[in-house]
């Protein structure tokens, strides 16, 4: 089977088991577990526009995220809109504030801009802290309503979550690969891959990462507006917090950042590994330990074992499973005729 029908057969399949997965596992814990891998899946994918094909490593994507989760949720418990509705404020308003932050903060580079962005995430989460308007530190509950798609509210079951989830996730999935195969992905990965050489060629170097830190907000901001609607409440330690900006990135890298796949495959990896984490830190508690360094300690041993033996992450092994299929395949066949 040549290598572009292999990839529909497989892309068909994957459809069809993330199509009925929810028919085969019923119960609300498996769903909920998938709900978050399509989550972070897509959190990771908006990152990864940014940092994977523009080099632009941000450690302050918790701020788009918490735009697009507070926006929403005023515009449903104060406004009465939809959800829906407020998604798309969300995700205007957090294009506008990438724009407010990526101008000042591009004329950093490297780990300066990365500094800056953590900077940026710390000064927003307190002024949401202390502001009296959004809640406080108390936070934001948003009202029940009726069990309609156009309020975005299921009480009874989670199966309608897992599939907005997964569109939401295939949307976002979509828009990068659009990305990764015109002009502007080649212009993103030029300017990653050396800055000076892509602006000696005449590409505005300021532009095209001001568009991609758009693109990546305004998919960040998506993801936040679905999560206060999937809990129905956040507060600012939920949606600004460093460690969120932190395993967004961490996902994105551990499958390999400029890849289309890489974020899904991180988020199948890391995700199901922080749950399982939680409950044995619950169960260490139960015991009488501490426990509360055991998560940073697995996310610090993944992060070694990728860069050292897998700098291009769980994505890079396609490459190489490919490389090894083809050592083997060429080979020579071994000969059976006896020595005469």
């Not at 709900?35 to 632009?56: E, S």
């Not at 309020?151 to 979550?161: D, G, S, V």
Request: overall charge positive; glycine content about 12%; some cysteine.
């Amino acid at each position: 089977m040549t290598a572009r029908p292999l990839r529909l057969a497989t892309g068909a399949v994957l459809g069809i088991a993330l199509l009925s997965y929810p028919i085969a596992f019923t119960g609300p814990y498996a769903r909920d577990l998938v709900i978050k891998i399509f989550l972070y899946a897509l959190l990771a994918q908006a990152w990864n526009l940014l940092g994977g094909y523009c080099g632009q490593i941000s450690l302050g994507h918790a701020v788009f995220f918490g735009v697009g989760a507070y926006t929403s949720s005023l515009l449903v418990a104060l406004g009465g809109l939809s959800p829906w509705l407020g998604m798309l404020a969300g995700m205007a308003l957090a294009v506008l504030v990438s724009q407010a932050v990526g101008f000042p903060c591009f004329r950093l580079r490297g780990h300066y801009f990365a500094i800056a962005t953590i900077a940026i995430g710390e000064i927003v989460q307190t002024l949401v802290i202390n502001w009296e308007a959004l809640g406080g530190a108390r936070g934001i509950s948003l009202p029940l309503q009726p069990e309609t798609v156009w309020n975005l509210q299921f009480h009874r079951a989670k199966w309608p979550y897992y599939y907005v989830a997964l569109g939401l996730f295939a949307f976002v999935f979509g828009v990068t690969a659009v990305v990764e195969r015109s002009r502007l992905g080649y212009y993103l990965r030029a300017i990653r891959e050396d800055p000076a050489a892509a602006e000696s060629l005449g590409i505005p170097l300021a532009r095209y990462k001001l568009v991609a830190m758009a693109l990546s907000a305004g998919a960040t901001a998506l993801g936040g507006s679905f999560y206060a609607q999937y809990v129905l409440f956040i507060d600012p330690e939920s949606v600004f917090p460093l460690s969120l900006s932190i395993l967004i990135c961490l996902v994105a890298v551990l499958g390999g950042v400029g890849t289309l796949w890489g974020p899904f495959l991180g988020a199948l990896v890391l995700i199901p590994l922080s749950e399982a984490t939680r409950v044995l830190l619950a169960d260490v508690a139960s015991l009488g330990g501490a426990g509360k360094a055991l998560d940073l300690m697995i996310y610090g041993m993944l992060i070694v074992i990728v860069a050292v033996f897998q700098p291009t992450g769980l994505a890079g092994l396609r490459g190489r499973c490919g490389r090894w299929t083809g050592l083997l395949a060429s080979r020579p066949p071994p000969t059976t005729e006896g020595p005469g």
